[in-house]
């Protein structure tokens, strides 16, 4: 791997390596631009997938710098409901290594449909006083680059023409998983009340492909690092490819505390702090900030200066506003065989008729229900019998004989509307392991999300039980207190007084600061937002290298 | 290649851990692997942390945790020997819970059954009750989770001997698997090969 000497500027400083970041490096570096990543996680098993840990007890304890997610006891952040209340001691966490949560995740891949860019002027139901806004540009417009990324990526699947599925001028590279137990008791259950389930679509490859091994149905997936490299993470398909240019060096442990300006306004670099903790200046031409949506915000707020008072990029005021941590809803049934369901990837097959909104519902909301029961041996027994089901003695063994393989999920994935009072902030009193003001969330669904929600209970309940489940059941809907699919706090638009970032991802107030991952999300669509990501990094990376190649921005190509 | 080193290396290759951490905690992984080793042989391993009398009376708080019945339990998956390692490895932070809750368990021993000589001497229904009576405490749930933990993971942390835990919960840990996986989706597959 090329090393830049510190002390020299390079073109591109990239900050974070996740969905949004592994792109980036990947198509400057390609473009012949030098290019800097630093990732505040390390190096997990970067360029040794085999090694990647598969054991429970290991994975609860490994050290310190072989984690995968961040750790609220290090990187730490406060919780609270609203202005009133003081914020707590949150566990918010997200991917924080080489590839960030790409390293990690279930790798669903949903696009964004064409009205979901466009819904604050098409949708009724949506009631006044949200967040919710148009995006600057249409699915027709970021279309070529989703099939860029699920080529690039490597996605599963199957093109499917369905009004709940977003049309697509190219299938997937390869088909997709296997469906499963889960999968196939959804189907059932589909036809039987006509709904629509289809094969989700995945970045976990069903066949070689681009040097990668098929998935082996371990059954050992999210929250893991995968060993023979199916899962299409940026660890395995974009910085790779970005490292082999030579002009691309990746920093692990490098964590960025602040984003440096001159006196015209313009980034010079940043500076972080390395794995001893040692103040590091890197120089940059550009800087491409992709620490995913709760940390770019706070980046920005923690990069402040005599000229950006209130936090780079921020005159609008309006960064770290509008985050969504996205809602989940669960229902659980119990079958008479066994499903097997540790076996596979985490989910096959979902359920996308209640995607679009529907004014019959009498609220806001749509999402996807996807099929799953992936549970390991650990979270089926310290956590995951039925409910009343004692937690020892010879009922507690009883239930864990009975319901083991016997169970499915249905996991919702659904809308939550942006609010400018839900946000990330700077907590006053409370500080991370460096020092720095821990990231302060606050953050409550609008009514209507919760409406939503528990639509999506019912209807989960009732597919279980069209499904042919014994034993039912659904806990209380509940709200978001942070999580890994953030999206929203820089978002994008055509007028600097309402948005951070312009159609480009260029920020308004900084000609050469470009923010690339959830943050610029307008609207934060059913809660899968990794490949809408994908697709607007590679068009803000086009974008960028043609004006680079022109001059506009001033790079040393 | 020292012995250490060439043994750190074979450690590592098979639990995906690095060489140097498992360098670091060399020791202790050898103690542990030793002690595994010599369960498998006797039934009995060298215990680290606990002594033979402390390790009785967690041995039958686990066993009510998950009783033996017809399937084994949690005595014939030596999670009492996955206790002892996980505090003499990576939960030492929890040594002080067990030493402190095995005071307490003999005080309410003292206090349900006046002149009862230790917990693991009280009948089935006498040991059941006096749990229940504990049921709430940061003792009783640490050991609870551990007994779990230890009764489902791998058998080379000491638990789950003759993986006896995973048997009760049909788990196969090949790590590798060719649909289809349950009886659900070979139903659909047969269903729709027509």
Same mark, same amino acid.
């Given at each position: 791997?090329?090393?830049?000497?510190?002390? &020299?500027?390079?073109?591109?400083?990239?900050?974070?390596? /996740?969905?949004?970041? /592994? +792109?980036?490096?990947?198509?400057?570096?390609?473009?012949?631009?030098?290019?800097?990543?630093?990732?505040?996680?390390?190096?997990?098993?970067?360029?040794?997938?085999?090694?990647?840990?598969?054991?429970?007890?290991?994975?609860?304890?490994?050290?310190?710098?072989?984690?995968?997610?961040?750790?609220? =006891?290090?990187?730490?952040?406060?919780?609270?409901?609203?202005?009133?209340?003081?914020?707590?001691?949150?566990?918010?966490?997200?991917?924080?290594?080489?590839?960030?949560?790409?390293?990690?995740?279930?790798?669903?891949?949903?696009?964004?449909?064409?009205?979901?860019?466009?819904?604050?002027?098409?949708?009724?139901?949506?009631?006044?006083?949200?967040?919710?806004?148009?995006?600057?540009?249409?699915?027709? #417009?970021?279309?070529?680059?989703?099939?860029?990324?699920?080529?690039?990526?490597?996605?599963?699947?199957?093109? +499917?023409?369905?009004?709940?599925?977003?049309?697509?001028?190219?299938?997937?590279?390869?088909?997709?998983?296997?469906?499963?137990? &889960?999968?196939?008791?959804?189907?059932?259950?589909?036809?039987?009340?006509?709904?629509?389930?289809?094969?989700?679509?995945?970045?976990?490859?069903?066949?070689?492909?681009?040097?990668?091994?098929?998935?082996?149905?371990?059954?050992?997936?999210?929250?893991?690092?995968?060993?023979?490299?199916?899962?299409?993470?940026?660890?395995?398909?974009?910085?790779?490819?970005?490292?082999?240019?030579?002009?691309?060096?990746?920093?692990?442990?490098?964590?960025?505390?602040?984003?440096?300006?001159?006196?015209? /306004?313009?980034?010079?670099?940043?500076?972080?702090?390395?794995?001893?903790?040692?103040?590091?200046?890197?120089?940059?031409?550009?800087?491409?900030?992709?620490?995913?949506?709760?940390?770019?915000?706070?980046?920005?707020?923690?990069?402040?200066?005599?000229?950006?008072?209130?936090?780079?990029? =921020?005159?609008?005021?309006?960064?770290?506003?509008?985050?969504?941590?996205?809602?989940?809803?669960?229902?659980?049934?119990?079958?008479?065989?066994?499903?097997? #369901?540790?076996?596979?990837?985490?989910?096959?097959?979902?359920?996308?008729?209640?995607?679009?909104?529907?004014?019959?519902?009498?609220?806001?909301?749509?999402?996807?229900?996807?099929?799953?029961?992936?549970?390991?041996?650990? #979270?089926?027994?310290?956590? /995951?019998?039925?409910?009343?089901?004692?937690?020892?003695?010879?009922?507690?063994?009883?239930?864990?004989?009975?319901?083991? =393989?016997?169970?499915?999920?249905?996991?919702?994935?659904?809308?939550?509307?942006? *609010?400018?009072?839900?946000?990330?902030?700077?907590?006053?009193?409370?500080?991370? #392991?460096?020092? *720095?003001?821990?990231?302060?969330?606050?953050?409550?669904?609008?009514?209507?999300?919760?409406?939503?929600?528990?639509?999506?209970?019912?209807?989960?309940?009732?597919?279980?039980?069209?499904?042919?489940?014994?034993?039912?059941?659904?806990?209380?809907?509940?709200?978001?207190?942070?999580?890994?699919?953030?999206?929203?706090?820089?978002?994008?638009? =055509?007028?600097?007084?309402?948005?951070?970032?312009?159609?480009?991802?260029?920020?308004?107030?900084?000609?050469?600061?470009?923010?690339?991952?959830?943050?610029?999300?307008?609207?934060?669509?059913?809660?899968?937002?990794?490949?809408?990501?994908?697709?607007?990094?590679?068009?803000?990376?086009?974008? *960028?290298?043609?004006?680079?190649?022109?001059?506009?921005?001033?790079?040393?190509? | 290649?020292?012995?250490?080193?060439?043994?750190?290396?074979?450690?590592?290759?098979?639990?995906?851990?690095?060489?140097?951490?498992?360098?670091? @905690?060399?020791?202790?992984?050898?103690?542990?692997?030793?002690?595994?080793?010599?369960?498998?042989?006797?039934?009995? $391993?060298?215990?680290?942390?606990?002594?033979? $009398?402390?390790?009785?009376?967690?041995?039958?708080?686990?066993?009510?945790?998950?009783?033996?019945?017809?399937?084994?339990?949690?005595?014939?998956?030596?999670?009492?020997?996955?206790?002892?390692?996980?505090?003499?490895?990576?939960?030492?932070?929890?040594?002080?819970?067990?030493? $402190?809750?095995?005071?307490?368990?003999?005080?309410?021993?003292?206090?349900?059954?006046?002149?009862?000589?230790?917990?693991?001497?009280?009948?089935?229904?006498?040991?059941?009750?006096?749990?229940?009576?504990?049921?709430?405490?940061?003792?009783?749930?640490?050991?609870? @989770?551990?007994?779990?933990?230890?009764?489902?993971?791998?058998?080379?942390?000491?638990?789950?001997? @003759?993986?006896?835990?995973?048997?009760?919960?049909?788990?196969?840990?090949?790590?590798?698997?060719?649909?289809?996986?349950?009886?659900?989706?070979?139903?659909?597959? @047969?269903?729709?090969?027509?």
């Amino acid at each position: 791997m090329k090393k830049f000497p510190l002390n &020299s500027e390079v073109d591109f400083v990239v900050i974070g390596s /996740g969905a949004g970041g /592994g +792109i980036m490096a990947k198509q400057l570096a390609t473009a012949g631009f030098s290019v800097v990543v630093l990732e505040q996680g390390g190096w997990g098993k970067y360029g040794r997938e085999h090694e990647y840990n598969k054991d429970e007890w290991i994975q609860l304890h490994l050290p310190e710098d072989q984690q995968l997610m961040s750790d609220p =006891n290090r990187q730490r952040n406060t919780f609270r409901r609203n202005d009133r209340e003081k914020a707590k001691p949150g566990n918010h966490t997200y991917g924080c290594v080489v590839g960030g949560g790409t390293v990690t995740y279930g790798g669903s891949s949903w696009r964004h449909l064409p009205y979901e860019f466009k819904e604050a002027t098409t949708d009724p139901t949506i009631p006044s006083g949200t967040g919710m806004a148009d995006w600057p540009i249409t699915y027709e #417009e970021l279309e070529p680059y989703y099939v860029q990324a699920e080529w690039e990526m490597g996605i599963s699947g199957r093109k +499917i023409d369905s009004p709940f599925l977003a049309p697509m001028s190219k299938d997937y590279p390869v088909p997709p998983v296997p469906l499963k137990s &889960s999968g196939a008791l959804m189907m059932t259950a589909a036809q039987k009340l006509g709904l629509t389930c289809v094969p989700g679509p995945l970045a976990i490859i069903t066949r070689p492909y681009m040097g990668r091994a098929a998935c082996v149905n371990c059954g050992i997936c999210s929250g893991y690092g995968c060993q023979v490299r199916a899962r299409s993470s940026s660890a395995v398909t974009m910085l790779p490819l970005a490292v082999n240019t030579g002009r691309c060096e990746i920093r692990a442990r490098s964590y960025v505390r602040e984003i440096t300006t001159d006196g015209a /306004g313009r980034c010079t670099g940043v500076i972080y702090f390395d794995a001893e903790k040692k103040e590091v200046r890197q120089r940059a031409k550009v800087v491409v900030l992709s620490a995913n949506a709760s940390e770019s915000a706070r980046l920005l707020l923690l990069s402040k200066s005599g000229r950006f008072p209130d936090g780079l990029a =921020n005159s609008s005021g309006l960064v770290g506003k509008y985050v969504m941590y996205g809602n989940g809803v669960t229902a659980t049934g119990l079958f008479e065989h066994p499903l097997n #369901e540790y076996k596979g990837v985490v989910s096959g097959a979902a359920i996308v008729d209640f995607v679009p909104s529907d004014p019959k519902r009498g609220h806001y909301g749509g999402g996807r229900m996807t099929a799953r029961g992936y549970q390991t041996p650990f #979270e089926l027994g310290l956590n /995951g019998l039925s409910p009343g089901t004692p937690h020892w003695g010879a009922a507690y063994k009883k239930a864990l004989k009975e319901e083991a =393989n016997h169970r499915m999920t249905i996991q919702c994935y659904v809308t939550q509307m942006p *609010l400018e009072t839900n946000r990330v902030d700077l907590d006053p009193d409370v500080k991370d #392991e460096w020092g *720095l003001p821990a990231m302060r969330i606050t953050s409550t669904s609008h009514p209507d999300d919760i409406k939503n929600m528990e639509f999506f209970r019912q209807k989960s309940i009732e597919v279980l039980q069209a499904a042919g489940a014994t034993r039912v059941w659904a806990p209380p809907v509940g709200d978001t207190r942070g999580g890994a699919h953030n999206r929203g706090t820089c978002r994008m638009g =055509n007028d600097p007084k309402t948005s951070v970032v312009d159609k480009y991802q260029k920020a308004h107030d900084v000609p050469n600061l470009f923010i690339v991952d959830g943050s610029v999300f307008v609207t934060g669509g059913r809660n899968h937002p990794t490949m809408t990501i994908q697709a607007l990094a590679f068009r803000a990376a086009d974008h *960028l290298v043609q004006a680079a190649k022109k001059g506009a921005i001033k790079t040393s190509f | 290649m020292s012995e250490k080193s060439r043994r750190a290396f074979l450690i590592s290759s098979a639990t995906g851990l690095n060489a140097a951490w498992v360098a670091a @905690n060399l020791p202790e992984i050898l103690a542990a692997q030793d002690q595994a080793q010599q369960a498998a042989r006797t039934g009995h $391993a060298k215990l680290s942390f606990f002594n033979e $009398a402390q390790a009785a009376e967690i041995e039958a708080i686990t066993a009510q945790i998950i009783p033996s019945d017809e399937d084994p339990g949690a005595r014939e998956a030596h999670c009492v020997i996955f206790i002892d390692r996980a505090l003499s490895g990576f939960d030492k932070s929890k040594q002080a819970v067990y030493t $402190a809750g095995l005071e307490d368990l003999r005080k309410k021993v003292q206090e349900l059954y006046p002149g009862a000589a230790k917990f693991s001497a009280l009948t089935s229904e006498q040991q059941i009750k006096t749990l229940t009576a504990m049921e709430r405490t940061p003792f009783f749930t640490v050991v609870r @989770n551990h007994t779990v933990m230890g009764f489902l993971s791998r058998p080379s942390h000491g638990g789950n001997y @003759n993986k006896v835990g995973w048997k009760l919960i049909a788990y196969d840990d090949s790590l590798n698997f060719k649909p289809p996986f349950g009886y659900y989706d070979a139903q659909y597959e @047969n269903e729709h090969k027509a």
